[in-house]
């Protein structure tokens, strides 16, 4: 990560010398400078996502071919992949993990400590965080996290293999299953400080957000993409540390001897002595979390293609306030909505209808974001540059994905697809697929800002078009699946005749999974070779309004050179006219925020 | 052979990727517009691409409801799942609708206002009648489906054993099978705890509860046709989940609690078996067997079965590493046949004393 930091650092070397002097260690690796700590989080998190990619594929071919003999197994796996064949037991471990890094590492850490790190002071117009060095030791906790979680690979009896919710009592009884030892010590531990991470990270977000705005910038005319973070953040900081409580608790069950899950268990020939816990606890309190989580990770994204699209449409974004309310709706809804995980969990019915009614209010506010998108589309002026491709294609799946929610949020049709296939499609397509959407948007359009560079647009395109076709072929199909009655977490299908005709299925699915992941590998080579020998950028190269456009090229302690400038307007002044038809500043369809109000021209009551 | 394909794998990766860098520098030293930012000719196509790719996504959904027809569940074997069927085709058809309706917008609107140097974009930030308007729809018709939801989701978590002489059932779960205890003559199950569990007492039963006594332990579930089942669901050491997808039933089972679902056979084992739909998927699933089979003798093993449909319960939460295989019989059947079975299976007093007199 340094060396690829160091050589788009070379340049900063030379214009920017007279700053105060930094070695390389305060410079690049333990650096307090938020613009260096986002590209920190952003290769952190591709490595993990690229393990976790390649987790998925191990498993699907497994999937695809259960007879199958892969010396890719024996490679990769070890013993638990002897003479080709994958371990029942791995399966299970890949599929956890696979969701885990997926979850946390990549769309909480990767994409929110990304882009909120890059983006938050420059769009604010603040020098850096509020804390640089709190920003610093967040970083390096979630690195520190990231190498436990890496490491936990390779404990004997296998990592974590519980599922990523990790339900006690299976994740708490080594005897249960082997993953449950070291393996899941090693997952907790990691998660914890994860949690730590992200709170520290949560926490200068929501404070530099409030305090260090510039003059002028009032919240009503932050970027969405700002609104985003700073609720995301809000979100993270309630519902984290009920994650930290939950493992707290299984640490002592799994150490101390404690029952605050485990209740009348007999296993492996001897009963166990806990009494009166119950499993349910732990599920209320993972889901306490766990479902705002899925906001954690899709509201950044959704917030990165308000700006993305409304910039790439040479449009306002259509309902401004709407769009500040949904944000607001949802992560209010999303903190009471976690009985959906549950409606067959042994918790009383009841709760199951007021949890019922809640999940479908939340899909209120998301509807009105679709409409509320499509419409700034509406006789816009498109430019489809890659990052504006991935926010139409973020829009596609969040419907798609979305609409699903109708029956999995119903607590009536929940119990015949809990569990299933189906399930698995739909958390992909709307959290999943949407989220790296967003992801892939936020670096094609802000590559300028972080390295100086232009990415390759073709490849980009060639990304997209491959990636797009790939994410739909591999989850429509599964909802069909899903729908059969297909159980999720199954290592093989083939011990149910029932299941037989499916397998065809399996096979499509994995074809486009390969090459969908593949497609990845254009964009890796993209992303490193435009660090290097990237078109250098432009200072505005997409003709944007918001503040970090103003900043030079080339990074700087401080972001701007001199005062910072003051704000006048909201950010989506695009092709806004005079009363004579001519744009507002002549021959320029965008209105930077930090130019003043022009003669005669009204500020949008937004 | 593995490791030469393996080095070839590789070799192909390297080339494409130094065909890339060519392309790369190709389409760098070709026009004079180099600055990565889209220009009229790429918004051109990636606009027509876009109303392509909506295409695409439309023929993949008729693609798959052709294709995947016969993976849909079959008519409802329980009573309540008729309710259940008609909510789910009311959500889906809603949920088809509006996914026609907004991709093709989203799509469509990529394509027609892709952008043009000479075209203006129409500065258009509020309309607070239109957001009104797609604010309320929702709200209207998710009232609709969560009242409807909420009715029929009442009516099946509802568990009277009042009502209607239900038959009790206990569903005992662990790593990795399932068994079935009946409560006997008096229809009440004796008290059990996984503390006494020994021997032949794999349940944990109470032996002092004389209402266990009568209690038959079996591992193939059989129900009565149209009789009302009472399941109570007890697990010995993990989560599992007790799903019956053609009863449209489903219920985790787990330790430390006793967890209860319900419901009504309506059609026996035969009759599914026999219906329309059934009769052409087992036909399916034989004939990929056959196939299947042929190549396993090719290679020196044992053909497969030929598969006959029976109803079966699942296992659906992850509880270990054999989860995939944890599963159990389902046979409805006639009254008489029912009892007749039934008076087949040792109580749990036969089983204690054979295991005494041994």
Redesign the interface.
């Known amino acids: 990560m340094s060396a690829i930091a160091h050589v788009d650092g070379h340049e900063e070397d030379h214009d920017h010398g007279h700053h105060h002097k930094e070695t390389f260690i305060t410079k690049y690796i333990f650096s307090q400078d938020h613009k260096m700590i986002s590209k920190q989080y952003l290769i952190t998190g591709l490595i993990m996502g690229i393990i976790g990619i390649a987790m998925s594929i191990l498993f699907r071919l497994q999937l695809a071919w259960p007879d199958h003999k892969f010396t890719v197994f024996e490679v990769l796996l070890g013993k638990f992949g002897e003479d080709g064949v994958m371990d029942a037991s791995m399966y299970l471990a890949l599929v956890t993990i696979h969701g885990t890094i997926m979850v946390f590492f990549v769309l909480t850490a990767g994409l929110s400590g990304t882009f909120s790190n890059l983006l938050i002071p420059l769009q604010i117009g603040a020098r850096d965080m509020a804390s640089g060095f709190l920003n610093m030791i967040s970083y390096w906790l979630f690195f520190l996290s990231s190498v436990i979680m890496v490491l936990s690979l390779f404990a004997e009896a296998g990592p974590a293999s519980a599922g990523w919710t990790i339900y006690p009592p299976l994740s708490a009884l080594p005897q249960a299953i082997g993953g449950s030892g070291t393996g899941m010590t090693l997952w907790l531990v990691s998660m914890a400080i994860f949690i730590a991470s992200s709170l520290l990270g949560s926490l200068n977000y929501v404070v530099t957000v409030i305090n260090l705005r510039t003059k002028g910038m009032s919240m009503t005319r932050m970027p969405l993409t700002i609104w985003a973070f700073f609720v995301t953040a809000i979100i993270g900081i309630v519902s984290f540390p009920v994650l930290l409580s939950a493992a707290l608790l299984l640490i002592m069950d799994r150490g101390f001897g404690t029952s605050f899950y485990l209740s009348d268990i007999y296993i492996a020939g001897e009963v166990l002595h806990n009494q009166g816990g119950s499993p349910v606890l732990f599920e209320h309190l993972f889901w306490f979390l766990g479902h705002p989580e899925v906001y954690i990770v899709l509201l950044p994204a959704l917030g990165i293609t308000s700006e993305i699209i409304a910039t790439n449409a040479r449009k306002p974004i259509f309902g401004y306030r709407a769009m500040v309310a949904s944000i607001l709706a949802i992560a209010f809804l999303s903190t009471i909505v976690w009985g959906h995980h549950m409606f067959i969990s042994g918790m009383n019915p009841f709760l199951g209808s007021v949890f019922t009614f809640t999940t479908l209010l939340i899909a209120i506010p998301s509807a009105v974001k679709a409409f509320n998108y499509i419409t700034t589309l509406w006789k816009g002026n498109l430019q489809l540059n890659p990052a504006m491709l991935f926010s139409i294609g973020l829009v596609s799946t969040f419907i798609t994905g979305g609409l699903t929610g109708i029956i999995l949020g119903d607590s009536t049709l929940d119990i015949n697809v809990h569990d299933t296939y189906f399930v698995v499609a739909h958390f992909h397509l709307v959290m999943g697929i949407s989220a790296l959407y967003g992801l892939f948007a936020g670096v094609y359009h802000w590559f300028p800002k972080m390295y100086g560079k232009m990415m390759n647009k073709n490849l980009g395109y060639v990304h997209f078009w491959v990636t797009a076709i790939g994410a739909y072929g591999v989850f429509f199909p599964m909802h069909f699946i899903g729908m059969a009655g297909l159980p999720r977490r199954y290592y093989t299908n083939s011990n149910f005749p029932y299941f037989d005709d499916l397998a065809d299925t399996n096979v499509l699915i994995t074809v486009f999974a390969l090459i969908t992941a593949a497609a990845q590998l254009v964009f890796l080579y993209n992303f490193i070779h435009s660090i290097f020998y990237g078109k250098k950028a432009v200072q505005n190269p997409w003709k944007s309004n918001t503040m970090e456009w103003t900043t030079p090229v080339e990074h700087m302690h401080g972001n701007w050179p001199g005062a910072i400038p003051h704000v006048y307007r909201w950010p989506y002044d695009y092709s806004k006219t005079r009363e004579d038809g001519e744009y507002v500043i002549p021959g320029q369809d965008y209105v930077s925020q930090i130019i003043p109000l022009q003669d005669g021209e009204e500020e949008m009551h937004h | 052979m ?1 490791v030469f394909l ?1 080095i070839v794998v590789i070799a192909l ?1 390297g080339i494409s ?1 130094w065909q ?2 060519k ?2 520098k190709l ?2 030293a070709k026009g004079a517009d ?5 220009n009229d000719k ?2 051109n196509l ?2 027509k ?2 109303l392509a ?1 909506v295409i ?2 439309y023929l ?2 008729i693609y ?1 409801f052709v294709q ?1 027809h ?4 079959p008519e409802s074997a329980s009573e309540h799942g008729i309710e ?1 069927d008609r ?2 085709i009311i ?2 058809i ?2 088809f609708i ?2 026609f309706i ?2 093709g ?3 469509f ?2 394509y027609k ?4 140097k000479n ?9 607070d009648k ?2 009104f308007i ?2 309320i729809i ?2 209207i018709v ?1 009232a609709g ?2 009242i409807y ?2 009715f ?3 009516d ?3 568990i009277d054993e009042e009502e209607g002489n239900p038959l009790i059932i206990e569903l005992y779960a ?2 990795f099978d399932w068994r079935a205890r009946y409560s006997g003559e008096d229809n009440v199950l004796g008290k059990a ?3 006494f ?1 020994e021997g032949v007492n794999t349940l ?1 039963l109470d032996a002092s509860d004389s209402y266990g006594m009568d209690d038959k332990i079996v591992n193939e579930l059989h129900l009565p046709v149209n009789r009302k089942v009472i399941f109570k669901m007890r697990s ?4 599992h ?1 007790a ?1 019956m ?2 009863f ?5 089972v ?4 006793i ?1 209860e679902f319900s419901y009504t056979p309506i059609l026996t084992s035969e009759e599914m078996r026999n219906s329309e739909f059934m009769v052409e ?1 087992v036909a ?2 034989n004939k ?2 056959k196939e299947k089979s042929k190549q396993l003798i090719v290679a020196g093993e044992e053909a ?1 079965e030929t ?1 006959e ?1 029976d109803y ?1 319960l ?12 944890m ?1 159990m019989k389902i046979v409805v059947e006639s009254e008489e046949d029912y009892n007749t079975w039934l008076k087949t299976q040792q109580t749990f007093k036969e089983q204690l004393s054979a295991q005494a007199s041994n």
């Open positions: 593995t393996t990766i990727l890339m860098s392309i790369l389409s760098q180099n600055s990565q930012v889209a790429d918004n990636q606009g691409l876009m790719f695409f996504m993949l959904t798959c995947y016969t993976f849909f569940l259940y909510l789910m959500s889906m809603l949920i509006v996914q907004t991709q917008l989203l799509h609107f990529s206002y892709r952008g043009n075209n203006k974009a129409l500065f258009f930030a509020d309309n239109l957001e797609w604010t929702p709200v998710l489906l969560i939801g909420l029929t989701w009442t099946i978590m509802n662990y790593q705890n996984v503390r569990i944990g010995q050491d993990v989560l989940s799903y997808p053609f449209r039933a489903q219920m985790n787990v330790p430390g609690m967890t998927k399916t699933i990929i067997r497969l598969y449909f079966y699942l296992c659906n939460k992850i509880c270990g590493t054999s989860h995939y295989n599963q």
